[in-house]
C-alpha cells in the first residue's frame, strides 16, 4: 500500500524548507524554497501550507530554520531565541491545534538540551522534525485502514476543503480514507464541496482526487443539500483543526452546515483525524479559537475580480464548530471513536 500519493507538499532541503505554493494550484504546481522564519510564517498566513498537520510540520520546520539562523551559541540565549520562534510562529494562524502541538515538541527538544553545543542540539531539532514527520505519515495511514472498513463499494461520498495529501505528509486524513478504500478495489465516487472563499475543495481535492484516480465531482457549496437527496450520498468524510475533550471540533467554514443537512438526511458524519490535533485542554468546542480573515477574501473572486460593493461589511471566518451531537465517528488512528465521544475519547487519550 503506499502511504504517500503523488504530493510531497514539505521537505528541509539543504538549510531551507521547499513548499508547494499551494495558492497556485491547479494552475500550476510551483515550488518554492522559505529561506527565512519570517518566508514560512507568511506562507502559513496566506495558505501556501494550508491543513492542520502540514501547518504543524511547517511551524517545525520553520522552527528547524530559525535555531540554524540563530546567533546565540550558549544554553539560555538558544532557550531564549526558541521561546521567541515558538510565540512567533503559533501567530500565523490560531485554530489548527497542531501547530502548536508540534512547536511545543521543538521547544521540548531545546529545553532538554542542557549543556550541549548548538550543532547537537540542531541535529537533535532535525531528528524531532522527523519524527513529526514520520509519525503524521503513519496516523494518516493507520486512519485510512479504519476509515475504509465503513467505506462500500458503490458508496457515494462527500468532503468539504482539502483534507489530503497537501494538507499533511503527503497522503492525508479523510481524502486518505477515500484513497485507501480506492486502493482496497473498493468503487467510490467523490463529490466536493468547492469551499468558498478559498476554493480548496475546487483547487486542491479535485486535483489531488483525480491524480489518485477517484471518481470526483466537483460542486457549489450550496449544492450539497440537493445532492444528499438525490444522490442517495453514503458518508460524508471530514478533516478537523482541533477537537475539543467532548468530540467538538472545528474544520473549515461550512462543515458545520454540512453536518446539520447529514443529519437531517440520516448521513452518516464522521470526522478523520490524527492525535495531534486533539486538544484535551479545552473542555468543547466554544473554546476554540476560531480564524477570521480579510474581508478580500469574499469580496473578490479568488482575489481577481471584485463580486460585492466597495465598503460592504463582511464576516469571514476560516472555521466553524461542529458539535459532537452530530458526528456519527471520529475516525483516528487508533480506531473509529464513537459516543460517548467525552469517555471515549478520554480513555484512548486522556492518558
Ligand atoms: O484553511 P485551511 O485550508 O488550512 O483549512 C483546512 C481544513 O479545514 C482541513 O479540513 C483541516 O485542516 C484538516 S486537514 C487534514
Same mark, same amino acid.
Given at each position: 500500500?503506499?502511504?504517500?500519493?503523488?504530493?510531497?507538499?514539505?521537505?528541509?532541503?539543504?538549510?531551507?524548507?521547499?513548499?508547494?505554493?499551494?495558492?497556485?494550484?491547479?494552475?500550476?504546481?510551483?515550488?518554492?524554497? =522559505?529561506?527565512?522564519?519570517?518566508?514560512?510564517?507568511?506562507?502559513?498566513?496566506?495558505?501556501?501550507?494550508?491543513?492542520?498537520?502540514?501547518?504543524?510540520?511547517?511551524?517545525?520546520?520553520?522552527?528547524?530554520?530559525?535555531?540554524?539562523?540563530?546567533?546565540?551559541?550558549?544554553?539560555?540565549?538558544?532557550? %531564549?531565541?526558541?521561546?521567541?520562534?515558538?510565540?512567533?510562529?503559533?501567530?500565523?494562524? $490560531?485554530?489548527?491545534?497542531?501547530?502548536?502541538?508540534?512547536?511545543?515538541?521543538?521547544?521540548?527538544?531545546?529545553?532538554? =538540551?542542557?549543556?550541549?553545543? %548548538?550543532?547537537?542540539?540542531?541535529?537533535?531539532?532535525?531528528?524531532?522534525?522527523?519524527?513529526?514527520?514520520?509519525? #503524521?505519515? %503513519?496516523?494518516?495511514?493507520?486512519?485510512?485502514?479504519?476509515?475504509?472498513?465503513?467505506?462500500?463499494?458503490?458508496?457515494?461520498?462527500?468532503?468539504? =476543503?482539502?483534507?489530503?495529501?497537501?494538507?499533511?505528509?503527503?497522503?492525508?486524513?479523510?481524502?486518505?480514507?477515500?484513497?485507501?478504500?480506492?486502493? #482496497?478495489?473498493?468503487?467510490?465516487?467523490?463529490?466536493? =464541496?468547492?469551499?468558498?472563499?478559498?476554493?480548496?475543495?475546487?483547487?486542491?481535492?479535485?486535483?489531488?482526487?483525480?491524480?489518485?484516480?477517484?471518481?470526483?465531482?466537483?460542486?457549489?457549496?450550496?449544492?450539497?443539500?440537493?445532492?444528499?437527496?438525490?444522490?442517495?450520498?453514503?458518508?460524508?468524510?471530514?478533516?478537523?483543526?482541533?477537537?475539543?475533550?467532548?468530540?467538538?471540533?472545528?474544520?473549515?467554514?461550512?462543515?458545520?452546515?454540512?453536518?446539520?443537512?447529514?443529519?437531517?438526511?440520516?448521513? $452518516?458524519?464522521?470526522?478523520?483525524?490524527?492525535?495531534?490535533?486533539?486538544?484535551?485542554?479545552?473542555?468543547?468546542?466554544?473554546?476554540?479559537?476560531?480564524?477570521?480573515?480579510?474581508?478580500?477574501?469574499?469580496?473578490?473572486?479568488?482575489?481577481? %475580480?471584485?463580486?460585492?460593493?466597495?465598503?460592504?461589511?463582511?464576516?469571514?471566518?476560516?472555521?466553524?464548530?461542529?458539535?459532537?451531537?452530530?458526528?456519527?465517528?471520529?475516525?483516528?488512528?487508533?480506531?473509529?471513536?464513537?459516543?460517548?465521544?467525552?469517555?471515549?475519547?478520554?480513555?484512548?487519550?486522556?492518558?
Amino acid at each position: 500500500m503506499k502511504q504517500k500519493t503523488f504530493v510531497n507538499p514539505i521537505e528541509w532541503r539543504n538549510g531551507t524548507v521547499r513548499i508547494i505554493d499551494q495558492t497556485r494550484l491547479p494552475v500550476e504546481l510551483k515550488y518554492e524554497d =522559505c529561506a527565512k522564519v519570517s518566508d514560512i510564517w507568511w506562507a502559513i498566513k496566506k495558505l501556501k501550507v494550508r491543513g492542520a498537520p502540514l501547518i504543524g510540520i511547517a511551524g517545525a520546520l520553520g522552527f528547524l530554520l530559525g535555531m540554524h539562523k540563530a546567533r546565540a551559541k550558549g544554553r539560555s540565549s538558544l532557550r %531564549k531565541e526558541a521561546k521567541k520562534l515558538h510565540a512567533y510562529l503559533s501567530l500565523s494562524r $490560531p485554530t489548527a491545534v497542531n501547530l502548536s502541538w508540534a512547536l511545543s515538541r521543538m521547544q521540548d527538544v531545546v529545553d532538554s =538540551c542542557v549543556d550541549k553545543p %548548538k550543532d547537537e542540539v540542531l541535529r537533535e531539532l532535525k531528528d524531532e522534525v522527523e519524527r513529526i514527520i514520520d509519525e #503524521d505519515i %503513519k496516523m494518516c495511514f493507520r486512519m485510512s485502514e479504519y476509515g475504509s472498513k465503513i467505506i462500500h463499494s458503490g458508496d457515494r461520498l462527500l468532503t468539504v =476543503c482539502n483534507a489530503g495529501g497537501l494538507a499533511t505528509s503527503g497522503y492525508g486524513t479523510a481524502l486518505g480514507v477515500f484513497y485507501r478504500a480506492h486502493e #482496497d478495489g473498493k468503487n467510490i465516487k467523490v463529490y466536493a =464541496c468547492e469551499t468558498r472563499p478559498l476554493l480548496q475543495g475546487a483547487r486542491l481535492t479535485t486535483w489531488e482526487l483525480m491524480h489518485n484516480g477517484i471518481d470526483t465531482t466537483l460542486i457549489c457549496d450550496n449544492v450539497a443539500a440537493d445532492v444528499m437527496r438525490r444522490f442517495k450520498i453514503s458518508g460524508i468524510f471530514v478533516g478537523a483543526d482541533r477537537i475539543a475533550a467532548n468530540g467538538d471540533f472545528a474544520n473549515k467554514i461550512g462543515t458545520y452546515s454540512l453536518a446539520v443537512l447529514a443529519n437531517y438526511h440520516k448521513i $452518516p458524519f464522521y470526522c478523520a483525524a490524527p492525535f495531534s490535533t486533539f486538544d484535551l485542554s479545552i473542555s468543547c468546542g466554544r473554546q476554540i479559537p476560531i480564524e477570521e480573515r480579510d474581508k478580500k477574501e469574499v469580496t473578490s473572486l479568488y482575489f481577481k %475580480k471584485p463580486i460585492a460593493p466597495l465598503g460592504v461589511s463582511v464576516f469571514n471566518p476560516a472555521f466553524d464548530v461542529t458539535p459532537h451531537g452530530l458526528v456519527s465517528g471520529i475516525i483516528t488512528e487508533k480506531g473509529i471513536i464513537r459516543a460517548p465521544f467525552k469517555e471515549n475519547i478520554r480513555s484512548i487519550y486522556g492518558k
